[in-house]
């Protein structure tokens, strides 16, 4: 029976109207019903079907026509019922539409209901659904069609369907205000929370991450905890969400709760590192951050000798990077890389035995590839307005298409412009948009046959981790972005002769891939137009200005009391402090040790972010000593600082962290500034202030290292790079890795 039917008993001239209604003639079909009319006058459906037909051969007044004949003399209750009837004509078809995908002409029959009935909750659902699949829905329709107010008055609704619509709309248009609106009105239906949790969350995740407004999904996370106040789901993202967007207090307070609800040690773990987030991008609470080191080392030392096999999924995502900050909080490589590498092993365990079939299927692939040309996968979810995207661009660019295909692995794709993630992606033999679903991902890595996969992010994405402990690719290797991760599925870690000690050897797991000078190099930075000037500052002209531009999570309080020595020994010197922070927190924290070491505090400047990272460039030129950061030094901001021609104090540690601004150096052929101890980072600031002579010499020495250092020749280090793919393929083929 096809929707035109209300009656399971069709006459012959029904009967001849649904063959031709099915064939789509519906100039017959419409001939067959006006002959029913004139036979059965009485019966309804045949005027509900005949203007159905009429309103589908876009005859919109004489389908109206045809109905209000049908109606005509009916009683009020009469009228009422077959209203009712005709809507049942309406709806089946316009669901057989629907799933026919004949979403237009679905969407006009929708239409003619919503005008006979506008207060028909379902249909003005069912009508933004279309609207979505024909690309047409802004968000206004929910005030305009008065959705909100409906849903708001809890009438009789269909909860599936409004959970559907939710979803959609969620994942459609999820920034328009009116969306939160209908959000907030939907939790007065009461079989809505469990499913709405499900839905929430998801939601949420894209909006922080693929469109870049934590704030916005803070709010909606939200609403979810007016159904659940005590989801810890929701508290673990909510805390995320208030740190990305700068309410720390809110983060640390969220994460507090978190930490106390949950009983399981993955989750306690977990709600311990976004604690440790929160309280570290606010370095005043840094005391506080060390007690949660302890207590996190604690627990991660019982979870290691428990050793369970068991653990879920998502909780096995989230230990990969439960220690990231210990190398924030000490120089203890020996300490924090057994750790980390029996956590990595720990998570390589559990993904081994839930995704079992997954993991043979990758390891049991046969030797060799499947080319002439050696496939290179980069997997990252930075390849766009980000540091990483930012350095590892050089390397792209100048690779070898003759002997190498380029893959690009796009982890949680921005759904927002980025020109430089287009790049990326215009860059790449095969660039693959993936989401947030990790097996997914590895599992477009093993379908292209990747012979050497190359992780840009370590710890600092979970699903990073989950996707190279499947082991899609032959040969897997760790670059750039933070240390190596530890994980037994990945093969080489790449460096250099100067970011690792020879002893490293000793504490990693991964083979250490030295390249042979160093393993980062750029051609040079955008650099704008520079927007701070030393008057905008109050600064004297003839003052020395000390700059650090660094993130909280960097202003170790230990290296930072020596910057205020160092400003206290060199007269008429300024200290400009700028980064991504707690700005608050970051003038109470430099003020407080300003005072402590007696330097005035009309000595500080805080600065603002810049618009661009171009103008932040320009704007380094106001400095004349950078100082920077320990234990965890620079890496982009050491970049830039030295192809800005400035001169910059150093101090040199053991673990990878606290060696990136020396190998960078060295590899500049600058020395001076490099410093082995506490003492000597307080000798070379005080020195480099003092002494301008000096200054100028190393800024004519940074400026005539462009063209001769190998930090600044990108193609000569890709070559490197690409040789040491092909010493790593000829391993893997003699067996070796």
Known sequence: MTSMQLHTELTPSEQEAQQYFLKGDYTQAANCYKQAIEAEPKVKSHYWNLGLILLLQEQVAEAQTTWELGMAEGEPEQVKLWTVELMQVLQREAKRREMLADYTVAWAIRQRIREITPTELNNLLYLIALAMKLKTFTGEELTTLGVIQLVQSEQIVDTQLLLQALGSILNYAPLHPAVLELVEASLVHERV???????????????????????????????????????????????GFYINAGDYFKGIETAKL??????????????????????????????????????????????????????????????????????????????????????????????????????????????????????????????????????ARWLIQYHDRDRFQIHAYFMNYKQVPDPLQQWYAQQATKAYKGGIDSQDIAKQIYQDEIDILIDLDSITIDIGCEIMALKPARVQATWLGWDASGIPAVDYFIADPYVLPESADEYYSEKIWRLPQTYIAIDGFEVGAPTLRRDDLNIPTDAVVYLSAQRGFKRHPDTARLQMKVIKEVPNSYFLIKGFADTEAVQRFFLQLAEEEGVAGDRLRFLRLDPTEAVHRANLAIADVVLDTYPYNGATTTLETLWMGIPLVTRVGQQFAARNSYTMMMNTGITEGIAWTDEEYLEWGVRLGKDAALRKQISWKLRESRQTSPLWNAKQFTREMEKAYEQMWQRYLSGQN
């Open 258 to 391: 978190c930490y106390s609800l949950t009983d399981k040690l993955p989750e306690k773990l977990y709600a311990l590192q976004l604690l440790q987030r929160g309280l570290m991008d606010a370095p005043d609470y840094w005391q506080e951050a060390y007690a949660v080191l302890q207590e996190q080392e604690s627990l991660l030392k019982s979870l290691i000798k428990e050793q369970p096999t068991d653990i879920d999924r998502v909780s096995v995502l989230r230990l990969f990077n439960s220690n990231y900050f210990a190398p924030y909080l000490q120089d203890d490589p020996k300490r924090n890389r057994q750790i980390q590498n029996q956590l990595a092993q720990l998570g390589q365990l559990n993904v081994d035995s839930y995704a079992k079939e997954q993991v043979q299927q990758y390891r049991q692939r046969p030797l060799g590839g499947s080319t002439k040309l050696l496939k290179i996968g980069y997997l990252s979810h930075c390849l766009c307005i980000h540091p990483v995207g930012w350095l």
């Open 193 to 239: 929370p469990n499913s709405f949790i499900n839905i929430l969350i998801p939601a949420a995740i894209k909006v922080a991450h693929s469109l870049r407004q934590p704030k916005t999904a803070a709010r909606l996370l939200e609403l979810g905890l007016r159904l659940e106040p005590q989801n810890p789901e929701i508290l673990r993202y909510l805390a």
